[in-house]
């Protein structure tokens, strides 16, 4: 579900702000300060952004954007990427949500590639993963294990723990053909346990490990920050587009 986080302003003090103001010069200063206070706001929320996340990557920092307000439109807000005519990518509720109001999240596309041999779970990093500079998994090790496995990744790609033990003294591939990679399960309750690769002769590492659905505290009360910044921001800033619109008349 996408969000809006609309920019208003107070009619009654508005209207005793702008009362000094020709009616036409009112929608343009009007739309000036909107746009001010969005922009404002939008910068609050990626400040926090970087407070909350370990280097928030440039794709998570332009999740949310600004829709501007004209004379004509008097109407600002920071909405979600989706929103934006022509916009494209991932919009960020399906990812910053749970961020936003907490709870779980929706599933990535790695993890419902690998939902049928994770039996539904979710994916994070193993300890072996290599990670970029951003702490997220690169895009060469996702297709490589994808493309390892095989794109159906098949029933056979599944094995127990003394079948992959034996694998790792032996120095084989994991399914006894061309890789490398294999998913030992948890002793008792036979659950997928991870993607782990052979690395060598009895050394093995985890690659992915497959966990229950992960829960969320609100860290990105994106709301709450718009407000905040609007209502701490509005009367300096309409006060400034008042004295801007009356040196456009060439008054000091």
């Known amino acids: ?44 929320v990626q400040d926090r952004m970087s407070e909350v996340f370990d280097r928030p990557t440039r794709f998570t920092l332009f999740g949310f954007k600004v829709q501007k307000a004209t004379p004509g439109n008097l109407e600002a807000a920071v909405v979600t990427k989706d929103l934006i005519k022509g916009a494209g ?28 041999v994770s039996e539904g779970q979710y ?26 496995l095989g794109a159906a990744l098949d029933a056979r790609a599944n094995m127990g723990d003394k079948t992959a033990r034996r694998l790792m003294r032996r120095g084989k591939a994991a399914r006894g053909r061309n890789s490398e990679y294999f998913i030992p399960r948890e002793r008792g309750n036979g659950r997928p346990k991870g993607i782990y690769k052979l690395l060598g002769p009895g050394r093995v590492g985890e690659i992915f490990r ?14 709450q920050i718009v407000n905040s910044n609007v209502a701490r921001r509005q009367e300096r800033v309409v006060q400034e587009e008042i004295i801007k619109a009356f040196r456009k008349r060439g008054l000091k």
């Open 89 to 116: 990518g991932t919009p960020a509720i399906a990812y910053l949500g749970p961020q936003i109001h907490g709870g779980s999240r929706d599933k990535t596309k790695l993890e419902k590639a690998l939902s049928r």
């Open 1 to 44: 579900m996408a969000l809006e986080f609309k920019i208003g302003l107070d009619a009654k003090a508005l209207k005793m702000d702008l009362s000094a103001l020709s009616e036409r010069e009112i929608p343009q200063a009007e739309a000036s300060a909107l746009n001010r206070l969005a922009f404002g706001a939008f910068r609050n």
């Open 123 to 148: 994916v994070v990093p193993g300890r072996d993963c290599p990670l970029d500079g951003n702490g997220n998994i690169p895009r060469s090790v996702i297709m490589q294990v994808l493309s390892r």
């Open 210 to 223: 497959f966990v229950s659905a992960p829960h969320y505290e609100t860290r990105l009360p994106v709301e």
